[in-house]
């Protein structure tokens, strides 16, 4: 299937973070707390080295973030 070794469970994992946040109010952040699970914790390191949101625990997101995050809500909602 083409495309489908691009779906690593890194990026399910940053699928995670994204979609905890809200699309409607982008006043609204995250925070990830040391606790969580460690793989949720490097999702959102990865997601703060692309650019996506403004902390590496979280934050909120960044412009191109939030775009991405509606284009995941999107598609979740397709696939539902």
Excluded: W
Aim: with cysteine; hydrophobic share 40%.
């Amino acid at each position: 299937m083409k495309g489908a070794e691009l779906i690593s469970p890194e990026l399910v994992n940053d699928f995670k973070i994204l979609s905890c946040f809200n699309t409607d109010n982008h006043e609204q952040g995250i925070k990830i707390h040391s606790e969580c699970a460690p793989e949720l914790i490097d999702a959102a390191k990865r997601l703060f080295d692309k650019g996506l949101i403004t902390r590496d625990d979280g934050g909120y997101l960044t412009d191109i973030g939030a775009k991405t995050a509606e284009d995941l809500e999107a598609l979740l909602i397709k696939l539902r």
